[in-house]
């Protein structure tokens, strides 16, 4: 973790490659969100069309959590 000493941080390199994992999960979270901002509900076409456009994120979020070794209580779920 984050050490101060004499008004100085310190970070370990184990620390800072958690926070660019954790960075990665965060900007792959906000492509969701804006890849979801413009869905309108205009017709039933239109939204299943933006929501199986969502599915290409999910092996890239699997990965991120998996890089994190966020895995304890998730469900596994697969639409082969």
């Not at 999910?58 to 990965?63: H, I, K, R, S, T």
């Amino acid at each position: 973790m984050l050490n101060s000493q004499a008004g100085q941080s310190a970070c370990s390199a184990r620390d800072l490659r958690r926070l660019v994992k954790y960075g990665n999960l965060l900007r792959l979270v906000d492509a969701i969100f804006w890849g979801t901002a413009g869905i309108r509900g205009d017709s039933y076409e239109s939204l299943l069309k933006a929501v199986l456009a969502m599915r290409n994120y999910e092996p890239q979020l699997a990965a991120a959590l998996r890089m994190l070794e966020w895995n304890d209580g998730v469900i596994e779920y697969r639409n082969d």
